[in-house]
């Protein structure tokens, strides 16, 4: 295994895909968006993630086709390069170093050799105005080019991409800033600029928030803070230009978009409405409702078939163009706050935490996916600014996953809170959780804490909840049964209520066997009997407010652990009633490991956070690893692994049967990694999903036969290419050949003859080499049969000769083979002298 | 894309009693007669053979009524004095009653006059009873003896005098295990096979247990008290599953066979005579006539076949007039709407004003209203401002509707009078709150000397455990 790998910090959960706007390719069948660091391609057909191009070292800002050739992307980022990928093989062409940070990206079916940027004035940051400039893309051959010739454009604009457009055919650029529309004529050169009044009578907000032009006509469209959307025409004449006003938004319009042909305008805002204007009139419109969350950002495909809008929540909506949803691609989705801390569901293994508004999101992290939201508040949500929403801010599972408590709560003003718990159990057929109990106001003040007894819910033990609030008080909450004769029904009700002293009760956990309650009253710790619900004992040995609190497992299960908010970590033993040691560290986050005595601690100084993983048995952490990062870590949790990981470094053998996930102040969900960066899949087998994938559509039936049989005949004659090129994957030359960029190779017939030698097997080790190989093909039959079952059945009869024959060169690769590379060596011949 | 979410309706817990299949089959009567009698009803008696005639003594008179008819069929009224205890025979030919002035008389049900005299008792006999042979009566009275007497003689078999107190109680075996004995509010069973074991004492009244009585199944125990109440007891489990209401203490109860009847005596004279109801009654009404099966499971069986293509219907959600109006933001017919419907949904009218604040349109909704149409709020504040369930959500309506309209008080006389009586309500609420607040305060001061043993303040609550806060005072 690997030897001593230090212990790295990584990055999981995807980065926001809505940060720029997003691009279609030109036949609208890959999606590209970027997304942090890189731009990710996607399947519109499938959702599925074809291709992550890497290379920027910052925020990628702007995406964009190359507008001579269709297979390739421009994409802009922070990091001062403007990089071309051809996104279909996810490779990357060329890089042109800026050396400003670049905001927005644009380019220009008339402009051939310069795209336009915004950078920053003067290359600085603080000053608050931004310029467009052209750049002139030098052709030369290298990798790597600078691309210093910049002719600036227009000067003092927004420095989002939305507040730059390009007219008809790359005539005019229009630019909003505040309150002012700038158009630029390039073959006047010359600037027009409309103001507009700050506020009107009626209280209008006239600040311009994004701008789009008319594909086709002089027209040019712009969205305002108070939701007008105005439409500005005859603006080559300083004077004498025209708008008129479509209203239907209620907040600012974020952003706009023609259709192709032009003839409808879409817009969308904060009320997740996607508003499709026709022929620019306000009667004719038509809606499509309920989004989600915020629309950031709208694009339509090239070929008009889509539209798709980016959200908030990390959130790409693939729209039919008739406005019916044909897609979604969901992130993590990050809000702005996670109130319930990061909780693992028992049953699915799967990250659990603050989704949607009202929602709560099981994330897997395997497979970095979204498995569902789960609706808590089940309330319409109104999208509107400044709106007092439901908040959902405490989760907790049962031990086996059953059971799901939730707590939400909305809060007006100082005095007036609304609180309400619900008691959620898992339905086997249904495979969802169903609401069984809701109870209003659980505490008169807000819930500090919540956790079940871990017990085992098939043995006698009730399932028992404990509810920890503000308002000086923790309560216990049982499941009775309340059916009657006729009606099973079974709901939770309060079973009792304890308190200490009136102090407002902040943590509450259980002890592994569920016979001990621990409750923290602001100082003081106080433990009790789960049977009788007696104090038992109360621990308050240094001063200071409780803020975490958790029981040690299996062998140390008989200390109680406590952090105080001046920076002490406590660790009382149960059977002496004593303190056994505490420490000094100001630690943020204590967080056992289910399956092992282990604790996590994470611990902030002054900048950067610590971890230290220890026993309770004994003070000395077995793991310190200092600035995991430098934000304040907010939630941390364990993740059981599926199969226990083999580790050989005894330092980091905590990590082998869980998974330690922390969450940042900045919304970043990290992991600890002991490999090195993990192999990807590799994206021609990716590709070859996404090509099997496709849906079969009446259209797809008649051509795809067609093609299917030209292709069988194909490999009839190619088969046995198919095979060698197999066994000849491993060489080196042909690795060389194939994974290094075409414009970058020496000519073919130079490559010719290492090709050919490479592709000649050696007498000497057929033997060996055959088993290998053997189950290599096997694997591709494998796939190829599972390929074919897609077809028709009367196409199988076509088949089974190519097959039969396959099997054939397969197994009998001596002579056989020999003919059949003369043949090749003859063909490959012609082949290349094509190229 | 996500649906429209209809606006939550919350459900509280019913008070009260549920409902079982006792509650069900005990609340199967029809409204009860009401037979005025000459004074207290001290027994009531079915006959055992159909038509279940049953003689009800009350005063000097023994009146017989016949199952539907609210004239007594036949009056004995040959007593000088009160009458007691009006006993049917097994074959319900004969009746034996005993009397103030100490007379026990038999009567034939035919007859007018009593067809045998018994006479011995030197005090008021108020147990009479005939043996299970028949031949015999059985008679106790308050001169501390009972006695036993034949039938076609007339005369005194035997004469018991071991009593030392009234013998106002007394029963004839017939073969039944349990013996229910009646004792001040108790009702104590005693098994008489395990040489009297008291098997349970019930403690469901408050006053004295006047009579009892069995179901004619036998699985449940009536017990008539002078607090005013039958109660229903299941005999398997002691436990009380239905209980009627009288207007006076009751003095006497008896349960025709079937069910069919409860008659039940009480102080005031008034007889109370329920009838069970009848399914057959309600199938009297022919049923509408509704399309056939077919209609409905048109199409529906269908089963594609490989080529078809299937076009998915979508489907269609109803959603109430409240909710159609909320979707399209319509927020002030939308509370028109949940006014109107003459308050018989609280729940609603409130869950949709907590859905309007939720959206920060509450206000708006409130406002501009004419005189009409403010007072049906303020009649619906008034009703259930101080109900607990509401009260958080409707103290706040009435803030924003005092805040609202308080520029215009005083121009119309009707909205004026409401404000007053709302105010009325809150002050009187108010005062409420503060007696029950006394009274916890005082509770707790009684559980605190009982729990001092324990050094923390322990606090046990069965129930919900949540105080009513006072509310806020609102007047204007």
Not at chain 1, 307 to 318: A, G, L, P, Q, V
Request: glycine share 6%; net charge neutral.
């Amino acid at each position: 295994m690997v030897a001593q790998q230090p212990l790295r910090v990584v990055r999981c959960g995807g980065s926001k895909l809505s940060g720029a706007r997003a691009a279609f390719s030109a036949d609208a069948k890959y999606l590209l968006c970027a997304s942090g660091d890189y731009v990710k391609v996607y399947s519109t057909a499938t959702e599925e993630c074809v291709h992550i191009l890497q290379g920027h070292t910052n925020l990628v800002t702007g995406i964009q086709l190359n507008p001579q050739n269709h297979m390739q992307l421009y994409s802009c980022s922070l990091d001062g390069t403007i990089k071309l990928w051809d996104f279909t093989d996810g490779i990357l062409i060329k890089t042109f170093v800026v050396g400003y940070k670049l905001f927005a990206f644009y380019t220009l079916a008339g402009s051939e050799d310069s795209v336009f940027v915004i950078i920053p004035k003067k290359n600085e940051d603080s000053l608050d105005s931004f310029q467009l400039v052209s750049v002139k893309l030098p052709k030369t051959p290298d990798q790597e080019v600078e691309a210093k010739e910049l002719s600036l454009i227009l000067d003092d604009i927004g420095q989002s991409p939305k507040c730059t457009a390009f007219g008809r055919e790359g005539e005019y650029v229009a630019s909003v800033r505040g309150l002012h529309l700038l158009v630029y004529f390039f073959k006047k050169k010359k600037v027009n600029r409309f103001p507009l009044s700050a506020t009107s009578r009626k209280g209008a907000n006239n600040y311009f928030t994004c701008v789009a032009c008319h594909p086709k006509e002089d027209c040019i469209a712009s969205g305002h803070k108070d939701g007008k959307i105005r439409l500005w025409r005859n603006f080559n004449h300083k004077r004498e230009y025209t708008f008129s006003t479509l209203h239907w938004h209620h907040d600012v319009v974020m952003d706009l978009a023609f259709s192709v042909e032009g003839t409808s305008l879409l817009s969308g805002g904060v009320e997740s409405v996607l508003v499709q204007w026709r022929d620019g009139s306000d009667c004719k419109k038509e809606f499509l409702p309920r989004l989600g969350s915020t629309i950031e950002h709208i694009s339509a495909s090239p070929d008009g078939t889509f539209y798709c809008t980016s959200h908030t929540e990390n959130k790409i909506t693939i729209i039919n163009s008739n406005l019916s949803v044909s897609a979604v691609i969901q992130g993590l989705v990050k809000g702005s706050d996670v109130k319930t801390g990061l909780v693992v569901d028992p049953r699915t293994k799967a990250l659990v935490l603050n989704g949607k508004p009202g929602h709560l999101q099981f994330y897997c992290l395997q497979t970095d996916k979204q498995l569902y939201n789960l609706d808590i508040v089940q309330q319409e949500y109104i999208h509107q600014i400044g709106l007092n929403q439901v908040d959902l801010v405490k989760v907790a599972f049962s031990a086996q996953g059953s059971w799901l408590a939730t707590v939400e709560q909305r809060e007006e003003k100082e005095t007036e809170l609304e609180l309400q718990m619900k008691l959620w159990n898992y339905d086997e057929q249904t495979q969802s959780f169903t609401l069984n109990t809701r109870i209003n106001n659980p505490h008169e003040d807000h819930v500090t804490a919540l956790c079940f007894r871990d017990t085992d819910e098939l043995e006698d033990g009730t399932p028992t909840l404990v509810t920890a609030g503000n308002d000086g008080r923790f309560k216990v909450w049982v499941l009775v049964d309340d059916s009657d004769s006729e009606k099973r029904s079974m709901g939770w009700s309060c079973d009792f209520v304890g308190s200490y002293h009136n102090y407002p009760a902040t943590n509450c956990c259980f002890s592994e066997d569920g016979s001990l309650l621990a409750v923290s009253f602001e100082e003081t710790v106080t433990v009790w009997n789960s049977d009788t619900w007696d104090l038992i004992c109360t621990f308050c040995h240094p001063p200071g407010r409780i803020q975490n609190l958790c029981f040690g497992r299996l062998s140390c299960s008989k200390y109680l652990l406590g952090t105080t908010d001046n920076g002490f970590l406590c660790c009382w033993n149960l059977l002496s009633c004593a303190l056994e040691w505490s420490a000094q560290l100001n630690v943020m986050v204590l967080q056992p490991d289910p399956l092992s005595e282990n604790i996590a601690a994470v611990s902030r100084l002054s900048e950067g956070s610590d971890l230290f993983v220890f026993k309770p048995n004994e003070p000395r952490p077995f793991c310190i690893q200092r600035n995991v990062c430098r934000e304040r870590v907010q939630w941390a949790v364990f993740i059981p692994k599926d199969v226990p990981e083999s580790i050989g470094s005894e330092k980091h053998q905590w990590l082998s049967r869980s998974q330690l996930y922390f969450l940042t102040e900045t919304q970043d969900l990290l992991t600890f990694s002991t490999k090195s960066t993990e192999e990807r899949l590799t994206p021609s087998s990716k590709q070859l999903a996404v090509e099997e994938s496709l849906p079969m559509t009446p259209f797809y039936l008649l051509l795809g036969k067609h093609r299917h049989q030209q292709r069988s005949k194909e490999n009839a004659d190619l088969g046995t290419a198919v095979v060698q090129s197999h066994l000849a994957q491993d060489s080196p030359a042909i690795k060389e050949l194939l994974h290094t960029p075409a414009h970058v190779l020496p000519s073919a017939s130079f490559l010719c003859s290492i090709f050919i030698n490479s592709m000649l097997i050696s007498k000497e080790n057929k033997s060996a080499g055959e088993v290998v190989d053997e189950v290599e093909m096997d694997s591709e039959k494998a796939e190829d049969e599972s390929d074919e079952d897609l077809e028709l059945t009367e196409m199988e009869q076509d088949i089974n000769p190519t097959e039969f024959l396959g099997e054939i060169t397969q197994t009998k690769l001596s002579k056989s083979q020999e003919k059949q590379l003369r043949k090749i060596r003859r063909m490959d011949y012609s082949w290349v002298a094509a190229l | 894309m996500a649906s429209y979410k209809p606006v939550v309706v919350q459900s509280f817990p019913k008070l009260g009693e549920k409902i079982t299949q006792d509650t069900l089959y005990w609340k199967n009567y029809k409204t009860p007669v009401q037979i005025k009698e000459f004074g207290a009803v001290n027994k009531i008696d079915f006959s055992p053979i159909p038509p279940h005639n049953y003689a009800v003594t009350a005063s000097s008179r023994i009146h017989i009524y016949g199952r539907y008819s609210q004239e007594p069929i036949k009056t004995f009224s040959r007593f000088k004095d009160a009458a007691y205890c009006a006993t049917y025979r097994d074959d319900g030919r004969l009746l034996v009653a005993g009397s103030e002035e100490g007379v026990v008389r038999l009567f034939d049900i035919s007859g007018r006059a009593a067809l045998r005299q018994f006479d011995g008792h030197t005090k008021a006999v108020h147990v009479v009873d005939f043996l299970s042979d028949k031949y015999r009566i059985f008679s106790g009275a308050d001169d501390y003896t009972s006695k036993l007497w034949d039938i076609p003689s007339a005369t005194e078999i035997v004469s018991y005098s071991e009593h030392t107190d009234y013998v106002r109680c007394g029963c004839t075996s017939k073969l039944n295990t349990d013996l229910f004995v009646t004792g001040g509010r108790y009702v104590k069973v005693w098994d008489i096979l395990k040489g009297g074991q008291l098997l349970v004492s019930l403690k469901n009244h408050h006053k004295t247990v006047t009579c009892l009585c069995l179901s004619s199944s036998g699985q449940r125990l009536l017990s008539g008290s002078l607090d005013r109440h039958v109660k229903v007891y299941s005999t398997t489990s002691y436990k009380v599953v239905h209980s009627f209401d009288y207007a006076a203490s009751i003095l006497s109860l008896a349960l025709a066979p079937e069910d069919e009847t409860i008659v039940v005596g009480m102080t005031n004279g008034v007889l109370n005579v329920r009838h069970r109801k009848h399914e057959e009654s309600k199938e009297r009404f022919p049923k509408k006539k509704r399309p056939g099966y077919r209609t409905f499971v048109k199409g529906r069986n269908y089963m594609p076949k490989q080529e078809d293509f299937f076009v998915s219907k979508p489907v269609r959600s109803h959603l109430k007039k409240y909710d159609k109006l909320l979707k399209s933001f319509q927020v002030s017919k939308a509370l028109d709407v949940v006014l109107e419907a003459r308050n018989r949904t609280p729940e609603i009218t409130v869950a949709v004003m907590q859905e309007l604040n939720r959206r920060g349109t509450l206000k708006n909704a409130l406002a501009g209203r004419d005189e009409t149409q403010l007072s049906i709020l303020l009649a619906f504040l008034i009703r259930y401002v101080v109900e607990p369930r509401f009260a958080p959500m409707l103290i706040k309506v009435a803030e924003m509707i005092i805040d609202i309209y308080l520029p215009v008080v005083g121009q119309s006389a009707v909205i004026d009078k409401q404000f007053l009586r709302l105010q009325e309500i809150i002050e009187k609420e108010i005062d409420y709150q503060a007696e029950l607040l006394e009274v916890l305060g005082m509770m707790d001061a009684l559980f605190a000397t009982m729990t001092r043993k324990k050094a923390t303040s322990l606090e046990e609550n069965k129930t919900h455990g949540i105080l009513r806060v006072p509310e806020q005072a609102t007047s204007n």
